[in-house]
């Protein structure tokens, strides 16, 4: 695996090739990371991975200093996995100056959902994802980039910009990878505590309870429904964010009958100083 850092060193290592498989990450890798690369592999003549942990994407508060950066283990396993080329840019390679262009998805999926409780979250991710499509793909007559279904509304986002900017580009959605006892992976599950690991899968066992409900109590039920959900998951200890059954075509509430629409229950919810979040097509 080649490993490289600037953009024009990049350009280079793939510059014999027409078509990257791309897997954009923040590092802290795990299954379901390297099940993106795994299936990266054949949709591309080469397969790029990133590592960035993106200052954009965070606010203030948050936890950009302390997000776990495990760059030896993460190179172990993109090279077993059989990554190509890792690019993985310094602050200074991919924001020489400040990035004052910033890619802004509309209100209406942006300021919903992760984005209302995390206000600027999805321009911060979306102007990074650009940056690094273009690392990646400039000159490119086509392209291929894999997003895992657990950031639900990232993956919707990033979906709209490459249609809207009518990047060359086919987005490829990765199933979300769980634990035995069901918690998703995340990178953010190495800030539990014993006693908090094994309460996290009570999240996707709540989303799970709330899609069964809608299904089977109507559309109509779906206020009292979920604020049931999120009095049942505060009573455990959380604090949840929010705890929602939504439309899979554009993350609005549903409306109408139950029956024909495809949906997604998705959440959000603290537990102790760690932000979780989940969703279940149902
Ligand atoms: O999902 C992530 O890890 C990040 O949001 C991404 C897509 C790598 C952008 O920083």
């Given at each position: 695996m080649k490993i490289v850092h600037t953009i024009p060193v990049l350009r280079a290592a793939l510059a014999l090739f027409q078509h990257p498989a791309f897997v954009a990450t923040m590092g802290n890798l795990h299954d379901g990371h390297i099940a993106l690369v795994n299936r990266a592999k054949p949709l591309g003549d080469v397969t790029v991975a990133s590592i960035?942990?993106?200052r954009l994407q965070f606010a203030p508060h948050e936890d950009?200093?302390?997000?776990?950066?495990?760059?030896?283990?993460?190179?172990d396993k993109l090279q077993a996995a059989g990554c190509d080329v890792l690019f993985a840019p310094r602050e200074t390679d991919l924001y020489p100056e400040p990035q004052t262009y910033k890619v802004h998805p509309p209100a209406e999926l942006a300021d919903i959902l992760e984005g209302h409780f995390r206000p600027g979250f999805f321009i911060g991710v979306s102007t990074v994802v650009m940056k690094l499509f273009s690392c990646v793909f400039a000159g490119k007559s086509e392209g291929t980039a894999l997003f895992g279904k657990k950031d639900y509304q990232q993956l919707m986002i990033i979906r709209r910009m490459v249609q809207q900017f009518a990047l060359?580009?086919?987005?490829?959605?990765?199933?979300?990878?769980?634990?035995?006892?069901?918690?998703?992976?995340?990178?953010?599950?190495?800030?539990?505590?014993?006693?908090?690991?094994?309460?996290?899968?009570?999240?996707?066992?709540?989303?799970?309870?709330?899609?069964?409900?809608?299904?089977?109590?109507?559309?109509?039920?779906?206020?009292?429904?979920?604020?049931?959900?999120m009095q049942a998951l505060t009573a455990r200890g959380w604090a949840p964010d929010y705890l929602t059954v939504r439309r899979r075509a554009d993350l609005l509430p549903p409306v109408g009958s139950a029956a024909a629409q495809a949906l997604v229950v998705l959440g959000a919810a603290r537990l102790g100083t760690t932000r979780l979040i989940d969703n279940l097509e149902i």
């Open positions: 960035f942990v993106n950009f200093d302390t997000y776990p950066r495990t760059w030896e283990a993460d190179c060359p580009i086919t987005i490829v959605p990765g199933e979300t990878l769980r634990a035995a006892d069901g918690l998703a992976l995340s990178s953010r599950n190495g800030y539990l505590n014993v006693q908090e690991r094994a309460e996290a899968v009570h999240l996707s066992l709540a989303l799970k309870a709330l899609g069964e409900a809608a299904r089977a109590q109507g559309l109509d039920k779906l206020d009292a429904l979920e604020a049931q959900a």
